[in-house]
């Protein structure tokens, strides 16, 4: 499972949303700050934005939740632009075609630039980005289930075992279910930290 998430870094994001063109930047841009998936986007409609307030709305898809976000002034700016071009009642395109796009867009500015690495960032790696981001900034698992739409805390622990700072106070964390998980995390020298919905949480500096 673990080889499956990839978290691009700060600069290959950048890298990508500047790159793009206004409509797809802005698009990029909200994936970016918001963790959604592309098809939770492409079912968000007017009334779902408040701008002025700087409030998204989106709904769950596939078992995800619902919830809300705030937007930083310079997201919401570019909305504002790109809703003045796309007055639909759901502005966002579909999915597919949101992914279709990326991936062209990701290979052409990848070739330009002459950096291969940017070819290996997946639409999908911008939730993975937001996910690890947040839980770096908080420390707040809770916050991180519920911004990402998460049912089951287990779900969102992958993300947050990505997690790989190099900084002294940071530490691994890791999850057991059962006893015997949890003694082979206490040889490999974590200690436990807390129980949330029936999962031991454990942890060991880096």
Request: proline share 3%; net charge positive; charged share 30%.
């Amino acid at each position: 499972m673990k080889g499956n998430f990839k978290i691009p870094t700060t600069e290959q994001v950048d890298k990508l949303i500047a790159s793009a063109s206004p409509r797809y930047a802005t698009i990029l841009k909200v994936l970016a700050e918001t963790g959604v998936m592309p098809h939770e986007l492409s079912r968000v409609s007017i009334c779902d934005m408040d701008l002025e307030r700087g409030l998204l709305n989106v709904q769950g898809y596939k078992g995800h939740n619902s919830r809300a976000f705030r937007l930083k002034n310079e997201t919401v700016a570019m909305l504002k632009t790109y809703l003045l071009k796309n007055k639909k009642q759901n502005p966002f395109p579909k999915s597919e075609w949101i992914c279709k796009c990326y991936r062209e867009h990701r290979n052409r500015i990848s070739t330009k630039l002459n950096d291969p690495r940017l070819r290996t960032v997946r639409l999908y790696d911008f939730r993975h980005y937001y996910a690890t981001m947040l839980y770096y900034r908080t420390k707040d698992i809770l916050l991180v289930k519920r911004q990402l739409g998460h049912k089951k805390l287990e779900t969102t622990l992958v993300y947050t075992q990505l997690v790989n700072f190099n900084e002294e106070n940071e530490y691994y964390s890791a999850t057991a279910k059962i006893i015997d998980e949890a003694k082979k995390l206490v040889e490999e020298g974590f200690e436990y930290v807390t129980e949330i919905d029936g999962i031991k949480l454990f942890r060991k500096r880096k």
